[in-house]
């Protein structure tokens, strides 16, 4: 819930109430501060796929709430203009539909059509009526036009892989990456290449290896829709991570936290594979199927 109305919140100060910096528009507008759009982007990750979860435990008042909220939200995310962000929510919606356990797979797949078709309409919608989703779409076909090949991440990537190359152990140090390249940049736009250049490959093994530990722990939680959820918002951060720099954002952090904690707070139960009987000696022994406690002593 809390994060959830902190994307709520998010999406509409941090976008729709900001005030617009005089002489800044369209793509170069940042949101408030130093938050960027791709952060801004990546903070209502929470809200959009919590929102199936929440809805489905809610009273009447407050599902009516979280649903009007969801389409401010994904307006909010479109209008930031953040390709990784738009892309990595919707690999997350993908993870969500296919992880989630209450309907049979086929429908599961078909239903991920239908979203991807939504999805897809939403953006056409807003850039056609001139709403929302120019910005976006503007930032998609110069991605398409121009590649990776005259933007910088590419290079970023390159330069972070040689640099962990070189020092495979150790790395070039936390934070030093930047620093170690042939001009200064604030940071490496891939977390993965980030810990292997900068912490080598201890670094980046303690690293891939606590996402694993993190997406183990979001899917033991019980409710089908939370575990789904959970599972959605992972894979939307990690996506993210791949493309912008989230390793050293707090939402990135919180939203792991929030996937750890469904598996710890609300684990599925475990089912015993046999029933078992404490004896007079505290010992747990087999009750055989079909037998009552007393009608095994009468035979003894």
């Not at 779409?137 to 990776?148: A, K, V």
């Not at 330069?159 to 962990?164: K, P």
């Amino acid at each position: 819930m809390a994060l959830f109305i902190g994307s709520v919140l998010g999406a509409v100060g941090g976008f729709f109430l900001a005030p617009e910096p005089e002489g800044v528009t369209g793509l170069e507008r940042a949101a408030i501060g130093d938050v960027g759009a791709n952060h801004l982007a990546k903070a209502v990750f929470s809200g959009l796929l919590l929102a199936p979860w929440l809805i489905s435990r809610s009273g009447r008042l407050l599902k009516i709430a979280a649903a009007l909220a969801v389409p401010v939200m994904l307006v909010a995310l479109v209008l930031t203009g953040s390709r990784s962000g738009y892309i990595a929510f919707f690999v997350g919606v993908l993870a969500l539909v296919l992880a989630y356990r209450g309907m049979p797979v086929y429908r599961r797949i078909v239903l991920a059509g239908g979203v991807t078709a939504a999805l897809v309409a939403f953006v056409l919608i807003g850039m056609v009526t001139g709403l929302w989703a120019a910005g976006l779409y503007e930032r998609i076909e110069q991605l398409f036009e121009e590649g990776l090949r005259t933007g910088n991440r590419l290079w970023y990537w390159m330069e972070g892989l040689r640099m962990g190359s070189e020092h495979p152990l150790v790395g070039v140090g936390a934070g030093n990456s930047p620093y170690q390249m042939a001009i200064f940049i604030n940071a490496m736009h891939n977390d993965l290449v980030t810990h292997f250049s900068e912490l080598g490959v201890p670094g980046l093994l303690l690293y891939v290896g606590f996402l694993l530990g993190v997406l183990r722990l979001a899917s033991r939680t019980a409710d089908h829709w939370l575990r789904a959820g959970l599972i959605g918002l992972f894979a939307s951060a990690v996506v993210a991570s791949l493309a912008n720099p989230s390793v050293y954002v707090k939402t990135f952090w919180m939203q792991m936290a929030a996937c750890m904690l469904g598996g710890l707070i609300a684990p599925a139960p475990r089912t015993a594979t046999q029933p078992q009987a404490r004896s007079a000696a505290g010992g747990l022994l087999p009750v055989q199927p079909n037998m009552s406690p007393t009608a095994s002593h009468a035979r003894m």
